[in-house]
């Protein structure tokens, strides 16, 4: 019954809506998610940790979900950390708080301009990222039901934690609600996997924070991008089987975000690779040049299979094939041999053709897959 009333609000907004408010809280939205959806379900992938860009200059850190796939349904569930789910007083109204791990379907993190959470939804954040940001998916095959399971269930025990205002868990020193530095997107998405599916080698640190001329340091606060890295390292040691989805940023949306102190439409915002915590963090909008980032944006570009983008002229879903993804440990070792290259002749500020492609580096995130002759033959279901 909930799905057949959601369908009718979506079948309602659709009639309503108008080009001019496409991709905007509540506009339209493009017609064929379904199709695309059901297209990349085709693949008999078990989860997709999602990796979502960074919308600051400076130190962009992203944010990480993770969709769990569940064939009894027509769509995977994605659990993502509420940013607004720290019990500062400002939130206290007007506010999504009802959980820390958020769960709603992929097809409205990633598509839909409205939410099934309500009215206090975040957009682009909760729902409708690809209008704010692009989002990466590593696609795991051939994970046990018991261990999907087992991750689903320590969400809900982090929620169930955050309404009791429990403290001191064994995923947390303090009490449990987000934290930025302390308990977010990062720490409770790798936390279910240490704690709820018996990833005992998968570190999971606690921040401590430190001053240095009056910038706010993290020193070891978990990071989406090295959660992630870490997360797609023990599936390899597991026999797991992975690929690569790009969900690439719409550049159209007028939205600004009420609750942002300064108002910038979402096509004005950056739209840069989340950057892990090196010395490439805290830089404006360039390229990046350190190992690390040069290691995991060659990586997930090696481990490629798929990018998906809105056609400017029509809005719709378009899906382009890449190349023929790399297994981990092929794409791993051209990755490394890459990035120690050209990290190299960076800092020594050489003028060099660089070796590695990344998956995300400019701020329109365009091209980023080096597609063959047959490159403007995009799938369009």
Same mark, same amino acid.
């Given at each position: 019954?909930?799905?057949?009333?959601? +369908?009718?609000?979506?079948?309602?907004?659709?009639?309503?809506?108008?080009?001019? $408010?496409?991709?905007?809280?509540?506009?339209?939205?493009?017609?064929?998610?379904?199709?695309? +959806?059901?297209?990349?379900?085709?693949?008999?992938?078990?989860?997709?940790?999602?990796?979502?860009?960074?919308?600051?200059?400076?130190?962009?850190?992203?944010?990480?979900?993770?969709?769990?796939?569940?064939?009894?349904?027509?769509?995977?569930?994605?659990?993502?950390?509420?940013?607004?789910?720290?019990?500062?007083?400002?939130?206290?109204?007007?506010?999504?708080?009802?959980?820390?791990?958020?769960?709603?379907?992929?097809?409205?993190?990633?598509?839909?301009?409205?939410?099934?959470?309500?009215?206090?939804?975040?957009?682009?954040?909760?729902?409708?990222?690809?209008?704010?940001?692009?989002?990466?998916?590593?696609?795991?095959?051939?994970?046990?039901?018991?261990?999907?399971?087992?991750?689903?269930?320590?969400?809900?025990?982090?929620?169930?934690?955050?309404?009791?205002?429990?403290?001191?868990?064994?995923?947390?020193?303090?009490?449990?609600?987000?934290?930025?530095?302390?308990?977010?997107?990062?720490?409770?998405?790798?936390?279910?996997?240490?704690f709820g599916a018996g990833y005992s080698d998968l570190e999971v640190s606690s921040a401590k924070i430190f001053t240095r001329r009056r910038i706010v340091v993290a020193a070891r606060a978990n990071i989406p991008t090295e959660m992630a890295i870490k997360l797609i390292r023990e599936w390899?040691?597991?026999?797991?089987?992975?690929?690569?989805?790009?969900?690439?940023?719409?550049?159209?949306?007028?939205?600004? $975000?009420?609750?942002?102190?300064?108002?910038?439409?979402?096509?004005?915002?950056?739209?840069?690779?989340?950057?892990?915590?090196?010395?490439?963090?805290?830089?404006?909008?360039?390229?990046?040049?350190?190992? $690390?980032?040069?290691?995991?944006?060659?990586?997930?570009?090696?481990?490629?299979?798929?990018?998906?983008?809105?056609?400017?002229?029509?809005?719709?879903?378009?899906?382009?094939?890449?190349?023929?993804?790399?297994?981990?440990?092929?794409?791993?070792?051209?990755?490394?041999?890459?990035?120690?290259?050209d990290s190299k002749n960076f800092r020594l500020l050489r003028r060099f053709l660089p070796k590695g492609i990344p998956i995300g580096e400019a701020a329109d995130n365009t091209h980023l897959y080096d597609f063959s002759d047959d490159s403007d033959k995009a799938i369009t279901p």
């Amino acid at each position: 019954m909930r799905s057949m009333v959601w +369908s009718a609000v979506l079948a309602l907004l659709a009639l309503t809506a108008t080009a001019t $408010d496409f991709g905007v809280r509540g506009g339209s939205e493009p017609a064929n998610i379904d199709k695309i +959806s059901n297209f990349l379900r085709q693949d008999p992938y078990d989860l997709e940790l999602l990796i979502s860009f960074g919308t600051s200059k400076g130190g962009s850190a992203g944010h990480l979900a993770l969709g769990i796939r569940n064939d009894e349904s027509d769509d995977d569930r994605v659990y993502s950390a509420n940013f607004y789910a720290d019990r500062a007083d400002e939130h206290e109204s007007g506010f999504y708080t009802e959980n820390l791990m958020i769960g709603v379907p992929k097809k409205e993190y990633l598509f839909r301009t409205v939410s099934s959470l309500g009215e206090t939804a975040s957009f682009g954040l909760d729902f409708g990222e690809i209008y704010k940001r692009s989002v990466v998916g590593v696609r795991v095959y051939g994970v046990p039901s018991d261990e999907k399971k087992a991750v689903a269930a320590y969400f809900q025990r982090i929620n169930d934690d955050y309404r009791q205002r429990a403290s001191n868990t064994e995923y947390h020193d303090g009490e449990i609600k987000y934290d930025y530095m302390h308990l977010n997107c990062a720490k409770t998405i790798g936390s279910a996997f240490r704690f709820g599916a018996g990833y005992s080698d998968l570190e999971v640190s606690s921040a401590k924070i430190f001053t240095r001329r009056r910038i706010v340091v993290a020193a070891r606060a978990n990071i989406p991008t090295e959660m992630a890295i870490k997360l797609i390292r023990e599936w390899n040691k597991r026999g797991y089987g992975m690929d690569v989805v790009l969900y690439k940023k719409y550049n159209g949306s007028t939205y600004e $975000d009420p609750h942002d102190e300064e108002k910038v439409a979402f096509k004005d915002l950056p739209n840069r690779f989340p950057s892990v915590l090196s010395r490439d963090f805290r830089s404006d909008e360039g390229a990046y040049q350190d190992f $690390d980032n040069l290691f995991a944006m060659y990586l997930l570009y090696n481990m490629g299979k798929y990018s998906v983008r809105v056609n400017d002229e029509t809005k719709r879903l378009e899906i382009e094939k890449s190349k023929s993804p790399m297994a981990y440990p092929e794409a791993a070792e051209l990755a490394t041999l890459s990035a120690r290259s050209d990290s190299k002749n960076f800092r020594l500020l050489r003028r060099f053709l660089p070796k590695g492609i990344p998956i995300g580096e400019a701020a329109d995130n365009t091209h980023l897959y080096d597609f063959s002759d047959d490159s403007d033959k995009a799938i369009t279901p």
